[in-house]
């Protein structure tokens, strides 16, 4: 993330804009039940927030100085991994939800996004649940992405392709500046 992206995702108002505006909206009565993974924490907003609300958490960091961050500021019931969320490192029906929050947009390329929700299909629970949310792309959310990775995610493709990863019970809602959506690997 460039600097002024890191200055919006780390700043007091992110995290309560987080907290209180899209949590809610989200997660609102999901079940993530005990074991839940997070994809893409970066600067860990949003794990701060999670592990308050979930038995265990695991976060899966692409970047090592992100990750190392977070292993030294949280608290040691989260687990922090490095790796790529397109290749994960986890064996199959690990987790009883996976959760992402403004990072699919990071992801290089369309078909490294559909890994990544073919390996959150895998490592999902039979009857587990995907749920999170992704910017849109306008013109302020392009020029925060300035120099940075920005592949935004088409919020009317989004369910055919979370359909071809495996999972099911998909819904996408599309905000004006956000998409959410959840969906649930088959029992």
């Not at 992405?145 to 819904?171: I, M, N």
Request: one cysteine or more.
């Amino acid at each position: 993330m460039n600097l002024l992206h890191n200055r919006i995702c780390g700043s007091a108002r992110w995290a309560e804009y987080m907290r209180t505006d899209l949590f809610p909206v989200v997660l609102g009565d999901v079940d993530l039940g005990d074991d839940v993974l997070e994809l893409g924490p970066g600067l860990g907003v949003t794990t701060r927030e999670l592990a308050g609300r979930v038995p265990h958490l695991t976060a899966l960091e692409v970047d090592e100085t992100y990750a190392e961050r977070l292993r030294r500021e949280l608290e040691p019931g989260v687990t922090i991994v490095h790796g790529d969320a397109s290749a994960m490192p986890f064996p199959d029906a690990s987790f009883t939800a996976v959760a992402c929050f403004t990072m699919l947009h990071h992801v290089s390329t369309p078909e490294l996004q559909d890994r990544l929700f073919a390996e959150t299909c895998r490592v999902l629970r039979p009857g587990g649940v995907f749920v999170g949310s992704d910017g849109r792309a306008g013109l302020l959310f392009r020029l925060i992405h300035l120099g940075d990775t920005l592949v935004p995610v088409d919020p009317g493709t989004l369910a055919s392709r979370l359909e071809a990863a495996g999972l099911a019970d998909v819904r996408v809602t599309p905000k004006p500046k956000r998409v959410h959506f959840t969906a649930r690997r088959p029992a």
